[in-house]
Structures are given as C-alpha cells and as structure tokens.
C-alpha cells in the first residue's frame, strides 16, 4: 500500500546508491527515527525496531523484531520481503553475510545497533550517511506535495487547539482535543510539546496536568503527519485578554520571524536566516536570550523526521536549497513575559520561499 | 512521540520503590562482576530507564548510568532548557543536558575510576545498544570492557512492586475506557480510532496507540488511522497505552452482525474471566479455559516488559514459554474461531 511519494523516492534511493557506488544500503529505525525505514520501505515504524536491506536493484528486506508490528508492515508497507525477527542484528548480520564482498553502507551509522558492527566476525559496514541525507532534506514535488497537506492540517488543527483552550482545562486535555482531531483526519503521528504560565514557563515540554487560568499564555507546536511527512506551526495565545508586556514581546518575535522568512531562498545558509532573526532579538537588547541557555534552535527543517537538518542557528553553513522544507521559529524565554513561540512551515524556493501555514500570525487571545 | 500526561506522583511511584528497584539492579550488577550499569533510552526502548527512574523521554535519546555507589547518572541530548522539566518528573538520579550523552556518561566513569584500570560495564541489550555510544565509550575510558548486561537487569526487573501494579491497573483502565467509547456502527477506521485515542487521553494517557483490522472476514492484521479505510461487519481496535510510562494493550472486537453480538460478548466474558495459572503451563491454562461449542483457539501471545522493550512476546501458541514470568502481570492477545467468524481480544492478566 504504497503512498505517492514512495516510488519517486526509491528511484532517487536507486540513483544516489549507484553514484555513491553503495551495493546495499542498510537503514536502522525506531519510532523516534523512523525517516530512514520510511524513506525505503513506507513504513511507519511504531513498537520496536526495524532495518531495511536495500540493494541496488530495488530489492528489498524489512526485518522487525516486534511480531504485531510485522504483521502491520505487511498490510500497510510498500515491499513485500518483510521478516519478523525476535533478534533483530542476528536476523540483519544473517542476511549481509549472504551478500559477500559487495559494498554495504548504513545508515543513521551511530545509531546503528552495536552488535550489527561487531560480532564474532566483523562486517563491513561503511557510513552510508552521505548516500540518504540530502535525499531527506531536499523533498522531490511529490514530497513537497504531502508536506502542503501536513501544514494545513497543521492550521486546522491549531484552530482546534483554540477553541479547546480555556480557564479550567488541564493541559492534557488540549492535546486530548488535538490528536482526536488527528486520529479523525487520518493522521497517525504528531509531534506536540506545550507551556502554559507566565514568566516563570523557560520553555515548552509536555502536559503536566497544569490547569488553564486567565492572564497565563499558553504556547504550543503542533506537527502533524500526513504521508509520513511533517509540517510545523507554532504559536502563543492567551487566556483572556493579552496585557502590554505580552504584546510588545510578541511584536518583537513577530519582527524577527518576519526577518528570517524573508531571509530564506536557495543558497542563503542556514546561519543568515539564523542571524535575521536573531538580529532583531539583539535590537531590541534581547540578544542574551538568542544563546543555548534560552533557545534550542531558531527553525529546522522536516520532512520524514519532524526535526531535520539543517537546523537554523548562527553557526550552521548548510546552504539552503530549493525544495527543502523548513520551519522559521525564533522561539525562546522573554525575561518580561516567559517562554513564547511563533513559527510557520515554508519550502525553500530558488528566488525565496513558499509559505505553507496560514493561521494569522497573531497573540491569541481566548476567552 | 509522547505527548500526553507527563507528570510524577510520589503517590503513585513512591521514591523509595525507586531506590528498591535500583538496589536490585546493583546487587545483580556486582554479581556479574561489574562496576556500573548503563542503559539507553529513547522512546522507542525506554522501558528499562523509565522502570529505574520513573522517567520516559518524549523526545531524543539519554543514556542512564548506576554506578557501583553513588547517585545515578541521566545524561540526555534534550536541550538544556527541559532539564529542569526532566527533574521535576525524574525523582532519582542527577540530570545533564548534553548533545553528546555517551561521553558525558563516559568522562564521568573515567574520572572516578580511580586506582580501578579496568571498567567493566553492563550495557543493558549490548547488541543492540548504539554503536556510535560504544565507540565514544571504548575511546573515551581507559581499559574499559563493556560487557552484556541485559541478564542481570532482567533479574533486578523480576520484581513486580506495588506501584508497577497500580500503575498497570491504571493503564488498564484508560484502555478499557478508550475502547468503550467506539460505536460498533462507525463506518471507518478513522471514526473508530479517534473516540479511542481521546478517552485514553483525557484520562491521562502518556500515549496511545490505536489500530483497527478493518475486516475480521479478511484478515485479522492491524493498521493505523492513515491506512485503514471502511470497516467491515465485523472489526478489532487494539489500543497500545502507556500511563507514566507503564504499557498494557487491549483489544476488543466489534460487530454489525446481530446474530454474532452474543458471541461476541460471550468472548468477551471468557477473556475477562481468565485468571493467570498457579502452576501448569500457560498454554494449558488457555486451552482449558477458552473453551465453548464452535469455538477454538487459532493463536495467542503473551507480553511482559523485557529490558528497554515496553511490551515484547514472552510465551506464544506457536513457541515456548521459557521467558514468561509467572509472578508478573502479562498482557494476553489471544484469537478465536467462533463458529468460524474471527474474534480477537487482548487484556491485562494478573
């Protein structure tokens, strides 16, 4: 049951295997980094773990050491050779060894399980990194396509998460409304964190049981899953009316993703979008809190993994390129107000971008 | 990714059942002949950190660290502004934020190795424990010798507390309440899945995940939301759930059918009636009591938490029942031949 996007990508799999004269490209997943199992086979990987032997011919094996998780692979992934195995690196290094002298690379190589490196008999195993990562990061049309319907559910559902936001709800709730919405609209996995407070909130991670009060701000980002692509949006609202200090910091985080989105088109690096929007934070003598101790990253990008290269910081020289799908966010701590985000969902184009969210980049405010 | 209910309670995980637990695990360690433990973790396998310290990450990877003596180590690529997060629903064991954990873990344990040159460590699951953390490990601690832990953990991980079985009745009870809220007349996969997702959820499901076999007639394999469609007369919804990082599944069974509603219940009270054996075999147990007119046994398994895996097969119709832990809770997946018509079911048992 493969997607759409499945077939052109294992034609650029192919192709990048022969100019990186790989023979087999060995792919390691979990649920947490499922992209690369998904980019060959199409399957979402969710209990467990799993690899996937691909050859140069297109052939290939998924081998998963959860039983039931096997059974899904079989109903819901685009290949047929599909093993269960209860140990998975004996299953993995039986099939490689049968493979003889050709040229094996894996990847993500250090996340790579131990003994598939070192057993009783090496194998050889080269980081196949350099044959996959920039198949993830730059999206084919088809790619890009899956990633425009995540971001408009990405939109709906944060309309969702505003109607669900109210003085009295626990945090949990909201997520409750958010990924019922999901499940209804046919999409399987979302990354969620969430802050809710004020000036004390340093940062957003996920529910406690915190209950809704007027006055708190209550950031989130939600990143739907749509063909296993995702897309991202983040915002701020607050319950009941926003005060002065909540306006004139949002405005300055308005500001500066205004600058980084307008910084984005193919060959700009990553650092100068970073620098962007970090530049307006400085402007207005917040520059302390564009540094780690506040802030992760000021946007990444995604596709098959919700948090892809490149990421959007000052000291990352990737240069973006045209079909790459990224977030802008300078999200981070605002010494007046706490912890707020803001955030859309674009896709980097030759002469600038292609805006995929359309929630009005506003501070919300909910009764 | 988690991103349901996140929190601790001492009520519910007392610091102390903590201790105990680590205890255990030291004692197993020293009898291996080792100076400390490490597991990995990350929310695919977190269940043996989450079961030592009560925490699960929602995002990313760490790696936990019990030394001989001493306070237990957490490093964790999750960024420094949750480490503070981290302890508030960590109760044991000293948090640091790093992007590269194993050689915080691994400068850690080489400066107090002290007139010890040689480390031996227990590495929970070493096969499949992250080569790109091996390496930094074997590089970055003089004469260090890693060495399979995951027997010994699994002897610490034999004790079932209070706590672990208040947590999995909890658990319990979420996915129960999730299935019940499915309309055995909803005409596809995603009207049965969301209703499911959201009551687990509200009650404060860490995670949740829900599948349906659309078609019992056809086939008994489960699928998610993004691949499921119209739902036959007869469906299965499984619901995997962790509440704090405790995982149980159940599975229940639907119809349209009217004439296969009382069978259908019927199975239900056979699952739900069935206690876990004091001795004998479990297949004998499910063979004498899973009985009725027109009615067999296709296939069963039986899960428990097995090192970092949440839920992993411990007995099965089709193999042996050598891992299975009498003493323990286990879940039971079973399938039925009712007069023919297909009817799975899963629950907690013990």
């Not at chain 1, 195995?85 to 131990?114: C, D, M, W």
């Amino acid at each position: 049951m493969a997607t759409s996007t499945h077939p052109a990508r294992l034609k650029a799999l192919a192709a990048s295997m022969a100019a990186e004269n790989t023979d087999v490209l060995v792919l390691f997943g979990n649920n947490w980094h499922a992209d690369h199992l998904r980019y060959a086979t199409d399957f979402g990987i969710q209990e467990g773990q799993g690899i996937a032997l691909v050859r140069a011919d297109g052939a290939t094996t998924l081998i998963l050491d959860d039983p039931a998780e096997a059974e899904r692979a079989r109903a819901e992934a685009a290949i047929g050779d599909i093993l269960y195995a209860p140990s998975l690196v004996k299953e993995a290094r039986r099939l490689l060894t049968r493979e003889g002298n050709r040229q094996i690379g894996a990847a993500p190589f250090h996340l790579l399980p131990y003994g598939l490196l070192n057993g009783e008999k090496d194998l050889r195993v080269n980081d196949g990194t350099k044959v996959i990562e920039r198949l993830l990061m730059t999206k084919l049309e088809v790619e890009m396509d899956a990633v425009r319907r995540a971001a408009k559910l990405a939109d709906e559902g944060y309309a969702i998460f505003r109607d669900a936001a109210r003085p009295g709800r626990k945090d949990y709730e909201l997520v409750a409304e958010i990924e019922t919405f999901f499940r209804a609209k046919g999409v399987p996995e979302n990354f969620m964190i969430i802050g809710v407070g004020g000036q004390e909130v340093r940062g957003m991670a996920p529910p406690g049981g915190k209950v809704l009060k007027p006055g708190d701000m209550v950031t989130t980002e939600l990143t739907p899953c749509v063909d296993g692509y995702y897309a991202q949006i983040c915002r701020t609202l607050v319950v009941g009316e926003a005060n002065e200090a909540q306006k004139q910091a949002f405005a300055v985080y308005l500001e500066a993703m205004e600058a980084g989105i307008a910084a984005v088109a193919a060959g700009v690096t990553a650092a100068e979008v970073a620098k962007a929007e970090n530049d307006v934070f400085r402007k207005f003598g917040l520059g302390d809190y564009v540094t780690s101790e506040y802030t992760r990253v000021r946007g990444h990008g995604m596709g098959l993994f919700p948090d892809q290269k490149p990421q959007i910081l000052e000291d990352v020289q990737i240069p973006l390129e045209t079909g790459m799908t990224i977030i802008v966010h300078p999200n981070t701590y605002h010494p007046a107000v706490g912890y707020l985000v803001l955030g859309d969902s674009l896709i980097v184009r030759d002469r600038g971008h292609e805006l995929l969210c359309g929630t009005p980049r506003q501070l919300f405010s909910v009764q | 990714m988690r991103r349901g209910l996140m929190a601790w309670d001492e009520q519910e995980l007392p610091r102390a059942a903590l201790e105990t637990r680590v205890a255990l695990l030291r004692e197993a360690v020293q009898a291996i002949g080792c100076d400390g433990f490490v597991a990995y973790t990350n929310i695919a396998k977190g269940a043996a950190v989450a079961w030592l310290s009560g925490f699960q990450p929602y995002w990313n990877e760490g790696l936990f660290y019990v030394p001989a003596t001493g306070t237990p180590l957490f490093a964790t690529a999750l960024s420094k502004r949750v480490a503070e997060w981290i302890g508030s629903v960590m109760p044991i064991g000293q948090v640091q934020t790093t992007p590269k954990p194993a050689l915080l873990i691994a400068q850690h344990i080489a400066q107090n190795a002290g007139q010890n040159k040689t480390k031996r460590i227990a590495i929970l699951e070493l096969d499949d424990f992250p080569a790109g953390h091996a390496k930094t490990f074997l590089e970055n601690i003089p004469g260090v010798e890693l060495v399979d832990g995951t027997a010994a953990f699994a002897k610490a991980r034999a004790h079932v507390d209070t706590a672990e079985r208040g947590l999995l009745a909890h658990a319990d009870r979420l996915a129960e309440t999730g299935l019940a809220a499915i309309d055995a007349k909803a005409a596809n996969a995603q009207q049965a899945l969301a209703p499911c997702d959201e009551h687990a959820r509200l009650g404060g499901a860490e995670e949740c995940f829900a599948t349906v076999a659309p078609d019992l007639q056809t086939s008994a394999r489960f699928q998610r939301t993004d691949t499921a469609g119209a739902l036959g007369q007869t469906f299965a919804v499984r619901s995997s759930l962790a509440y704090k990082a405790t995982w149980v599944r159940r599975t229940r069974s639907f119809t349209r059918d009217a004439n296969l509603v009382p069978r259908f219940a019927a199975a239900d009270a056979l699952l739900a009636s069935f206690q876990p054996p004091t001795e004998g075999s479990l297949a004998k147990a499910i063979a004498g009591h899973f009985t009725g007119p027109d009615l067999r046994v296709e296939s069963w398994l039986a899960e428990q938490p097995a090192g970092s895996s949440p839920l992993s097969g411990v007995a099965a119709s089709a193999g042996s029942e050598e891992n299975w832990q009498r003493q323990a809770p286990f879940v039971l997946n079973i399938e039925l031949s009712l007069n023919g018509a297909r009817w799975l079911g899963a629950r907690l048992v013990g």
